[in-house]
């Protein structure tokens, strides 16, 4: 195994990779993704806010996105289609790893999926955003149309609208952690889901590795939607701000350090198990199942 690392090299093949991955025709799901967010959860949150005739926070959008039971399980699937391709290794591609080395090549594969994963969440993030800037507030409070809501109208208030941003949020938290720990969560879930299929493609099993993550979005999701205990096993639920608070009681249910810890152990160890494996991949194999 090459003993040399240039991270010149490693970056040129993330960097050209990110370009085919940008161009790649099915990234018109994600546009598809944006649409259905908005359709979903911003456009409810908007008609609540004029229907209380006060203005959202800007970063609420956002936040209610991210801390949807049902989209927790959409965005991470549609990240995971868009990826589901890499790693791979081409005809091309097995010359320059011939080039290139298997260190760098790994190294590469790891900062495209950082790239990717960043990516997404800005998208994600412009998307929720910037629709509604020139109508909203920016500060670091929650509007009157979320916390008052309930009050205004208690008829209404078992509405899905009413209960996209709730209690366990504005509550406990300001919009700016909540957006900005969404945020962080959510890109190393999406990083780990990374990690795990780089982990199989190492060991000659790729499909194996797009079925595990599969099932680690569906179960982790189940349980969060039901707050299983089981969930915190789980990335999903480390990455919904409400499930760390109950509705009234400061004390958190799980502390924000250990749901960022979980995902930073979880994503050595994998990158850790995947490094060591690389010097035995068989990439004629793998080149051959392309």
Not at 45 to 50: H, R
Not at 161 to 166: D, G, H, K, R, V
Request: hydrophobic letters at 55%; aromatic letters at 18%.
């Amino acid at each position: 195994m090459e003993s040399k690392v240039f991270f010149a090299k490693s970056w040129s093949i993330a960097f050209v990779e990110y370009q085919k991955w940008l161009n790649n025709p099915r990234m018109i799901i994600l546009l598809c993704a944006i649409v259905f967010m908005w359709n979903f959860a911003i456009s409810p949150l908007v008609s609540l806010s004029e229907e209380m005739n006060s203005p959202l926070n800007a970063l609420e959008p956002f936040i209610a996105v991210l801390n949807s039971k049902f989209l927790c399980l959409i965005m991470p699937a549609v990240y995971l289609f868009l990826i589901s391709d890499y790693p791979r290794l081409d005809k091309n591609g097995v010359f320059v790893l011939s080039r290139v080395g298997r260190v760098n090549w790994f190294l590469g594969q790891l900062n495209f999926f950082f790239l990717a994963a960043f990516t997404f969440m800005s998208i994600i993030f412009i998307g929720s955003f910037l629709p509604i800037i020139f109508d909203s507030f920016l500060a670091n409070g929650w509007s009157v149309a979320v916390t008052r809501y309930e009050i205004s109208f208690p008829d209404k208030s078992s509405s899905f609208a009413a209960n996209l941003i709730t209690k366990e949020l504005y509550n406990q938290v300001t919009p700016f952690m909540a957006a900005s720990m969404s945020f962080l969560t959510t890109f190393l879930y999406l990083f780990l889901l990374s990690a795990i299929l780089l982990l199989f493609y190492t060991f000659n099993l790729k499909q194996l590795g797009s079925v595990t993550t599969i099932s680690i979005i569906a179960i982790g999701s189940a349980l969060g939607i039901i707050k299983a205990n089981a969930m915190w096993c789980f990335p999903m639920a480390h990455t919904m701000i409400n499930l760390h608070f109950t509705e009234y009681f400061k004390k958190p249910v799980l502390d924000f350090k250990y749901s960022i810890l979980y995902f930073l152990v979880l994503i050595f160890l994998l990158i850790s198990i995947s490094f060591a494996a690389i010097k035995r991949t068989n990439f004629v194999v793998v080149s051959e199942n392309e």
